[in-house]
């Protein structure tokens, strides 16, 4: 039985003047897989991921997302899916429930669901007691793991995240890990850059952009068994190795 793809690129493009950012991109994204899109600087998936959220628009090619076309229908994209970057994005002036009753009135949730969702994220990342505190004195770890939580508090069919476990301890990124896959299971798709290649080898599938371009698309599995690399640190070094642009 076929799944349902949340994310289609046929042919996406973005031109910037006489630049090509992302030069003809195609590519599926299942309903609930956890899909790495990953490449070093200056590959142009910043671009790509900006385009798939409604922000940018393209200069070429066809891409749907959530089943809305991106470049018609940007503002029914934005309303179904969740985002969140490495650049913390709560604010640190708020408490952890002003934080969340915020975000989940911007993503249109009613007050009584808003009051439901409130009290679950809090016993579900064990912050009973916490309600009141200002997200300012929590530590890195766990406000990357409350704004994963509030990104995905109105139950989009896709998040992505955009190098969410940047200058996170290697513990907090399992336990962070550990909230992407109990999403995955309840049917949200994940889209995730990274650039922690041992977390490219808890993705479903894997592409790997260089200078534009996706060079490889595949299971990490098989992507180390056809460049014969012992992890996919290996099979990314390969790839960037080709790359001529720096500058995303």
Request: net charge neutral; hydrophobic share 40%.
């Amino acid at each position: 039985m076929q799944k349902e793809k949340v994310i289609t690129a046929k042919d996406l493009t973005k031109r910037f003047g006489d630049f090509t950012a992302v030069d003809k991109i195609t590519f599926d994204v299942e309903k609930g897989e956890i899909f790495g899109f990953l490449g070093a600087n200056g590959a142009g998936k910043t671009t790509a991921m900006r385009m798939l959220c409604g922000l940018l628009l393209p200069t070429s090619g066809l891409a749907t997302v959530a089943g809305f076309d991106v470049f018609k229908q940007t503002e029914q994209i934005k309303k179904n899916i969740g985002y969140m970057s490495q650049k913390f994005s709560l604010y640190e002036d708020l408490t952890i429930t002003e934080n969340i009753r915020f975000y989940a009135g911007i993503y249109g949730l009613t007050d009584e669901r808003i009051k439901e969702k409130t009290g679950l994220l809090i016993k579900q990342l064990h912050l009973q007691g916490q309600e009141k505190t200002l997200v300012r004195a929590l530590p890195l770890g766990w406000k990357q793991k409350l704004a994963f939580s509030i990104a995905i508090v109105h139950d989009p069919a896709i998040v992505f995240l955009d190098e969410p476990t940047g200058g996170v301890d290697p513990i907090t990124r399992r336990e962070f890990w550990g909230l992407i896959y109990e999403a995955s299971a309840k049917g949200i798709t994940i889209f995730v850059t990274t650039h922690y290649m041992d977390e490219a080898e808890y993705c479903n599938r894997v592409s790997v952009m260089v200078d534009g371009r996706i060079d490889a698309l595949d299971t990490p599995a098989n992507l180390m068994k056809d460049y014969s690399a012992a992890s996919m640190d290996g099979v990314f070094l390969q790839l960037a190795r080709k790359a001529v642009r720096t500058g995303d």
